[in-house]
Protein backbone atom coordinates (compact mmCIF):
# COMPACT_ATOMS: atom_id res chain seq x y z
CA UNK A 1 0.00 0.00 0.00
CA UNK A 2 0.97 3.32 -0.73
CA UNK A 3 1.10 5.16 2.60
CA UNK A 4 2.41 8.58 3.11
CA UNK A 5 2.86 8.80 6.92
CA UNK A 6 4.99 5.97 7.87
CA UNK A 7 6.21 7.13 11.08
CA UNK A 8 5.43 5.67 14.41
CA UNK A 9 4.21 9.52 15.48
CA UNK A 10 1.53 9.35 13.01
CA UNK A 11 -0.27 5.66 13.41
CA UNK A 12 -2.91 8.15 14.47
CA UNK A 13 -3.10 11.17 12.48
CA UNK A 14 -6.27 12.83 14.00
CA UNK A 15 -4.55 13.03 17.43
CA UNK A 16 -1.18 15.13 15.84
CA UNK A 17 -3.60 17.65 13.74
CA UNK A 18 -4.65 19.69 16.58
CA UNK A 19 -3.98 23.44 17.00
CA UNK A 20 -5.88 25.47 19.22
CA UNK A 21 -8.84 27.76 19.81
CA UNK A 22 -7.38 30.44 18.21
CA UNK A 23 -9.23 30.76 14.53
CA UNK A 24 -6.57 33.20 13.59
CA UNK A 25 -5.21 33.42 9.88
CA UNK A 26 -1.46 31.93 11.52
CA UNK A 27 -3.43 28.81 12.50
CA UNK A 28 -4.18 28.41 8.70
CA UNK A 29 -0.68 28.68 8.13
CA UNK A 30 0.41 26.31 10.90
CA UNK A 31 -1.86 23.48 9.98
CA UNK A 32 -0.34 23.90 6.18
CA UNK A 33 3.44 23.96 7.77
CA UNK A 34 2.33 20.97 9.39
CA UNK A 35 1.02 18.89 6.74
CA UNK A 36 3.83 19.95 4.69
CA UNK A 37 6.41 18.72 7.86
CA UNK A 38 4.83 15.23 7.32
CA UNK A 39 4.95 15.27 3.62
CA UNK A 40 8.48 16.12 3.78
CA UNK A 41 9.64 13.77 6.69
CA UNK A 42 7.89 11.05 4.43
CA UNK A 43 9.37 11.67 1.49
CA UNK A 44 13.49 12.50 3.01
CA UNK A 45 13.47 9.84 5.50
CA UNK A 46 11.03 6.85 4.82
CA UNK A 47 10.64 7.12 0.97
CA UNK A 48 6.72 6.10 1.30
CA UNK A 49 5.93 8.94 -0.70
CA UNK A 50 8.88 9.69 -2.95
CA UNK A 51 7.97 9.85 -6.89
CA UNK A 52 4.19 10.65 -5.70
CA UNK A 53 2.51 13.72 -8.48
CA UNK A 54 2.40 16.47 -7.45
CA UNK A 55 -0.92 16.56 -7.41
CA UNK A 56 -1.30 14.07 -5.34
CA UNK A 57 0.83 15.58 -2.98
CA UNK A 58 -1.22 18.34 -2.83
CA UNK A 59 -4.01 16.84 -2.53
CA UNK A 60 -3.23 14.56 0.48
CA UNK A 61 -1.63 17.74 2.23
CA UNK A 62 -5.37 19.58 1.96
CA UNK A 63 -6.68 16.66 3.53
CA UNK A 64 -4.06 16.79 6.64
CA UNK A 65 -4.80 20.15 7.22
CA UNK A 66 -8.49 20.01 6.96
CA UNK A 67 -8.07 17.92 10.28
CA UNK A 68 -5.90 20.50 11.53
CA UNK A 69 -8.46 22.94 10.95
CA UNK A 70 -11.08 20.64 12.32
CA UNK A 71 -9.55 20.28 15.36
CA UNK A 72 -8.72 23.89 15.76
CA UNK A 73 -12.59 24.65 15.32
CA UNK A 74 -12.81 21.68 18.15
CA UNK A 75 -15.02 22.74 20.95
CA UNK A 76 -12.75 23.76 24.03
CA UNK A 77 -9.68 22.93 22.02
CA UNK A 78 -6.73 23.73 24.65
CA UNK A 79 -3.58 22.75 22.52
CA UNK A 80 -1.76 26.01 21.46
CA UNK A 81 -0.78 27.02 17.98
CA UNK A 82 3.02 27.35 18.94
CA UNK A 83 2.75 23.67 20.06
CA UNK A 84 2.08 22.59 16.71
CA UNK A 85 4.72 25.18 15.20
CA UNK A 86 7.67 23.34 17.13
CA UNK A 87 6.23 19.79 16.70
CA UNK A 88 6.47 20.25 12.82
CA UNK A 89 9.59 21.63 13.10
CA UNK A 90 10.98 18.76 14.86
CA UNK A 91 9.43 16.65 12.66
CA UNK A 92 11.36 17.92 10.04
CA UNK A 93 14.83 17.90 12.51
CA UNK A 94 14.12 14.58 13.49
CA UNK A 95 11.65 13.05 11.11
CA UNK A 96 9.45 11.20 14.00
CA UNK A 97 7.64 12.47 17.26
CA UNK A 98 9.91 13.25 20.45
CA UNK A 99 9.54 15.82 23.15
CA UNK A 100 8.79 18.59 21.11
CA UNK A 101 5.23 17.18 20.41
CA UNK A 102 4.40 16.05 23.74
CA UNK A 103 2.50 19.88 24.29
CA UNK A 104 0.23 18.41 21.63
CA UNK A 105 -0.52 15.08 23.51
CA UNK A 106 -0.85 16.17 27.04
CA UNK A 107 -2.99 19.42 26.25
CA UNK A 108 -5.86 19.91 28.26
CA UNK A 109 -9.05 21.47 27.48
CA UNK A 110 -12.13 23.10 29.00
CA UNK A 111 -14.72 20.29 28.54
CA UNK A 112 -15.46 18.58 31.37
CA UNK A 113 -15.32 14.68 32.14
CA UNK A 114 -18.73 13.40 30.68
CA UNK A 115 -19.13 15.67 27.84
CA UNK A 116 -19.06 14.53 23.89
CA UNK A 117 -15.47 14.95 22.49
CA UNK A 118 -13.37 13.96 19.17
CA UNK A 119 -9.94 14.76 21.03
CA UNK A 120 -7.79 14.61 24.40
CA UNK A 121 -6.94 17.61 23.76
CA UNK A 122 -11.16 18.64 23.93
CA UNK A 123 -10.85 17.23 27.69
CA UNK A 124 -10.20 19.30 30.86
CA UNK A 125 -9.25 15.66 32.45
CA UNK A 126 -7.12 14.97 29.34
CA UNK A 127 -8.80 12.09 27.58
CA UNK A 128 -11.40 11.38 25.64
CA UNK A 129 -12.23 7.51 25.60
CA UNK A 130 -13.41 5.99 22.90
CA UNK A 131 -15.13 2.39 22.21
CA UNK A 132 -13.27 0.05 20.37
CA UNK A 133 -16.44 -1.40 18.72
CA UNK A 134 -18.47 1.75 18.48
CA UNK A 135 -19.18 3.40 14.66
CA UNK A 136 -17.54 6.78 15.45
CA UNK A 137 -14.48 8.53 16.83
CA UNK A 138 -16.44 10.17 19.32
CA UNK A 139 -15.83 9.39 22.94
CA UNK A 140 -16.53 10.75 26.33
CA UNK A 141 -14.28 12.89 29.05
CA UNK A 142 -12.62 11.48 31.40
CA UNK A 143 -9.64 12.36 34.00
CA UNK A 144 -6.13 10.64 33.12
CA UNK A 145 -5.48 8.07 35.55
CA UNK A 146 -2.39 8.84 38.07
CA UNK A 147 0.98 7.40 38.42
CA UNK A 148 0.38 4.02 40.41
CA UNK A 149 -3.45 3.37 39.10
CA UNK A 150 -4.56 0.33 36.62
CA UNK A 151 -4.52 1.01 33.00
CA UNK A 152 -4.60 -0.66 29.35
CA UNK A 153 -7.72 -1.74 27.63
CA UNK A 154 -10.85 0.35 28.36
CA UNK A 155 -9.61 2.36 31.01
CA UNK A 156 -8.21 5.87 30.81
CA UNK A 157 -4.58 6.73 29.29
CA UNK A 158 -1.97 7.80 32.28
CA UNK A 159 -1.37 11.17 33.16
CA UNK A 160 1.19 13.51 31.78
CA UNK A 161 5.01 11.73 32.27
CA UNK A 162 4.07 8.11 33.01
CA UNK A 163 3.58 5.08 30.65
CA UNK A 164 1.13 2.23 30.75
CA UNK A 165 3.61 -0.93 32.02
CA UNK A 166 2.83 -4.38 33.06
CA UNK A 167 3.54 -4.34 36.41
CA UNK A 168 4.36 -8.79 36.27
CA UNK A 169 1.24 -9.30 38.74
CA UNK A 170 -1.02 -11.69 36.90
CA UNK A 171 -0.51 -8.95 33.76
CA UNK A 172 -2.01 -6.31 35.02
CA UNK A 173 -0.79 -3.04 34.15
CA UNK A 174 -0.61 0.29 35.97
CA UNK A 175 0.52 3.98 34.87
CA UNK A 176 4.58 4.16 35.91
CA UNK A 177 6.47 7.21 35.44
CA UNK A 178 8.25 7.75 32.61
CA UNK A 179 10.96 9.80 31.54
CA UNK A 180 11.38 12.04 28.42
CA UNK A 181 13.66 14.43 26.95
CA UNK A 182 16.91 12.26 28.20
CA UNK A 183 20.58 13.84 27.85
CA UNK A 184 23.41 11.92 26.36
CA UNK A 185 24.20 9.18 28.52
CA UNK A 186 20.78 8.81 30.80
CA UNK A 187 19.56 4.98 30.84
CA UNK A 188 17.09 5.04 28.39
CA UNK A 189 16.44 1.27 28.74
CA UNK A 190 16.58 -0.89 31.51
CA UNK A 191 15.86 -4.95 30.98
CA UNK A 192 15.27 -5.19 34.74
CA UNK A 193 12.99 -2.59 35.01
CA UNK A 194 11.42 -2.22 31.36
CA UNK A 195 8.62 0.32 32.96
CA UNK A 196 11.47 2.79 33.36
CA UNK A 197 12.44 3.46 30.06
CA UNK A 198 12.19 6.81 28.41
CA UNK A 199 12.27 8.93 25.30
CA UNK A 200 16.25 10.62 24.17
CA UNK A 201 16.16 14.29 23.51
CA UNK A 202 16.25 15.63 19.94
CA UNK A 203 19.52 14.78 18.36
CA UNK A 204 19.57 11.30 20.46
CA UNK A 205 18.73 8.01 19.85
CA UNK A 206 18.23 4.67 22.14
CA UNK A 207 20.17 2.28 20.20
CA UNK A 208 18.89 -0.76 21.09
CA UNK A 209 21.38 -3.74 20.97
CA UNK A 210 20.56 -6.86 23.22
CA UNK A 211 17.48 -7.40 24.93
CA UNK A 212 19.73 -7.54 28.60
CA UNK A 213 21.80 -4.62 27.79
CA UNK A 214 21.08 -1.12 29.56
CA UNK A 215 21.15 1.74 26.74
CA UNK A 216 21.65 5.12 27.53
CA UNK A 217 21.11 8.06 25.07
CA UNK A 218 23.79 8.29 22.31
CA UNK A 219 24.13 11.01 19.72
CA UNK A 220 22.52 9.77 16.53
CA UNK A 221 25.75 8.38 13.77
CA UNK A 222 27.68 10.04 11.07
CA UNK A 223 28.54 8.95 7.75
CA UNK A 224 30.82 6.06 8.15
CA UNK A 225 29.90 5.36 11.72
CA UNK A 226 27.97 2.09 13.22
CA UNK A 227 24.35 1.73 13.27
CA UNK A 228 21.87 -1.71 13.93
CA UNK A 229 19.06 0.46 11.50
CA UNK A 230 18.67 4.02 10.12
CA UNK A 231 16.98 5.53 13.05
CA UNK A 232 20.52 5.26 15.04
CA UNK A 233 21.80 7.69 11.45
CA UNK A 234 21.25 11.13 11.55
CA UNK A 235 18.34 12.05 9.64
CA UNK A 236 20.41 12.34 5.94
CA UNK A 237 21.68 9.30 6.50
CA UNK A 238 20.43 5.62 6.29
CA UNK A 239 22.14 2.33 7.77
CA UNK A 240 23.41 0.34 5.32
CA UNK A 241 25.58 -2.83 6.00
CA UNK A 242 25.82 -1.74 9.78
CA UNK A 243 27.29 1.79 8.68
CA UNK A 244 25.85 5.44 8.23
CA UNK A 245 25.89 6.57 4.99
CA UNK A 246 24.04 8.28 1.80
CA UNK A 247 21.32 6.35 0.60
CA UNK A 248 21.97 4.32 -2.71
CA UNK A 249 21.11 5.58 -6.34
CA UNK A 250 19.35 3.31 -8.33
CA UNK A 251 20.18 0.25 -9.43
CA UNK A 252 22.27 -0.60 -6.46
CA UNK A 253 21.70 -3.51 -4.53
CA UNK A 254 19.77 -3.06 -1.18
CA UNK A 255 17.83 -4.93 1.75
CA UNK A 256 14.89 -2.48 2.39
CA UNK A 257 13.35 0.72 0.67
CA UNK A 258 15.22 3.17 3.68
CA UNK A 259 18.64 2.35 2.16
CA UNK A 260 17.18 3.65 -1.53
CA UNK A 261 17.31 7.38 -2.40
CA UNK A 262 14.53 6.96 -4.67
CA UNK A 263 12.44 4.55 -1.21
CA UNK A 264 12.12 1.47 -2.85
CA UNK A 265 13.64 -2.08 -3.18
CA UNK A 266 11.60 -4.50 -4.55
CA UNK A 267 12.01 -8.12 -3.44
CA UNK A 268 12.51 -9.85 -6.82
CA UNK A 269 15.20 -7.86 -7.30
CA UNK A 270 16.60 -6.31 -4.11
CA UNK A 271 17.85 -3.53 -6.57
CA UNK A 272 16.94 0.15 -5.72
CA UNK A 273 14.27 1.55 -8.42
CA UNK A 274 12.32 4.08 -8.66
CA UNK A 275 8.74 3.58 -7.82
CA UNK A 276 5.78 4.18 -10.06
CA UNK A 277 2.36 5.14 -9.46
CA UNK A 278 -0.55 3.53 -11.21
CA UNK A 279 -4.45 4.19 -11.64
CA UNK A 280 -7.36 2.25 -10.41
CA UNK A 281 -7.04 -1.68 -12.29
CA UNK A 282 -2.83 -1.57 -12.29
CA UNK A 283 -0.71 -4.09 -11.11
CA UNK A 284 0.89 -3.00 -7.51
CA UNK A 285 3.02 -4.37 -5.02
CA UNK A 286 3.62 -1.70 -2.13
CA UNK A 287 7.16 -1.40 -3.42
CA UNK A 288 8.51 -0.02 -6.83
CA UNK A 289 4.65 -0.49 -7.95
CA UNK A 290 2.18 1.65 -5.64
CA UNK A 291 -1.39 3.01 -6.56
CA UNK A 292 -1.87 6.88 -7.28
CA UNK A 293 -4.96 6.72 -5.20
CA UNK A 294 -6.51 4.14 -2.98
CA UNK A 295 -4.70 0.98 -1.55
CA UNK A 296 -2.93 -2.20 -3.06
CA UNK A 297 -5.48 -4.86 -2.89
CA UNK A 298 -3.89 -8.05 -2.42
CA UNK A 299 -5.52 -11.57 -2.73
CA UNK A 300 -4.62 -14.30 0.29
CA UNK A 301 -0.64 -13.84 0.80
CA UNK A 302 0.37 -12.79 -2.86
CA UNK A 303 2.93 -10.19 -3.29
CA UNK A 304 1.16 -8.55 -6.03
CA UNK A 305 -2.23 -7.26 -5.92
CA UNK A 306 -4.15 -4.87 -8.02
CA UNK A 307 -4.95 -0.82 -7.35
CA UNK A 308 -8.58 -0.19 -5.81
CA UNK A 309 -9.81 3.73 -5.59
CA UNK A 310 -11.36 4.70 -2.90
CA UNK A 311 -14.29 5.42 -1.47
CA UNK A 312 -15.17 9.41 -1.92
CA UNK A 313 -16.06 11.25 1.03
CA UNK A 314 -19.73 11.05 1.79
CA UNK A 315 -19.79 7.74 0.16
CA UNK A 316 -21.47 4.66 2.63
CA UNK A 317 -18.94 2.12 4.12
CA UNK A 318 -18.62 -0.24 7.08
CA UNK A 319 -15.88 0.52 9.61
CA UNK A 320 -14.78 -3.52 8.56
CA UNK A 321 -14.37 -1.77 5.02
CA UNK A 322 -11.83 0.53 6.76
CA UNK A 323 -9.11 -1.69 7.51
CA UNK A 324 -10.28 -5.21 5.08
CA UNK A 325 -7.16 -6.43 2.83
CA UNK A 326 -9.28 -6.53 0.05
CA UNK A 327 -10.93 -2.80 0.28
CA UNK A 328 -12.22 -0.65 -1.06
CA UNK A 329 -11.15 2.21 1.74
CA UNK A 330 -12.36 5.77 2.54
CA UNK A 331 -9.86 8.17 1.37
CA UNK A 332 -6.99 8.83 2.86
CA UNK A 333 -7.02 10.29 6.53
CA UNK A 334 -10.87 9.51 6.11
CA UNK A 335 -12.38 7.75 8.44
CA UNK A 336 -16.04 5.70 8.52
CA UNK A 337 -18.46 7.71 10.71
CA UNK A 338 -22.14 6.41 10.90
CA UNK A 339 -21.74 4.65 7.83
CA UNK A 340 -20.22 7.21 6.11
CA UNK A 341 -16.96 8.33 4.96
CA UNK A 342 -15.66 11.64 6.21
CA UNK A 343 -12.62 13.62 7.34
CA UNK A 344 -13.36 13.28 11.11
CA UNK A 345 -14.73 16.84 12.85
CA UNK A 346 -14.89 16.92 16.49
CA UNK A 347 -17.46 19.46 16.21
CA UNK A 348 -19.93 16.62 15.23
CA UNK A 349 -19.33 15.01 19.01
CA UNK A 350 -23.12 15.54 20.88
Given at each position: M?????F????A???????S?N?????????????????D???????????L????L????????????N?????????A????????????????????????K??R????????????G???G??????S?G???????????????????G????VKG?????????G????V??A???????????PK??????????????????????V??T???????????S????????C?G???G?????G??????T??????C???????????????G??????????L???C????????????????????????????????????????????????????C?
Open positions: NKLLSSFVTAIALVACDKSSGASSTCSNYAAALQASSRCSGASRGPADRAAESSRIATLCTALNAPGSGIVSAVDACAARIRETCREDSACEEINAGSLPDGAACGTDQCSGDCKKSSDTSCGTCVALAAIGAPCGSMPSCASCASSGAGASMCARTNLAEGDTCYDVPSSSGQCASGLTCKLGSASAVKCKRAGAGEPCSSLDCTTDLAIGKCARLADAACKTGECASGAPTTTKTCAAPTYGPAASCNGQDLRCRGDATPGDTATGTCVDPLADGAACTKAGTNSSKGPYCDRYATCEKGTCQLFDPATK
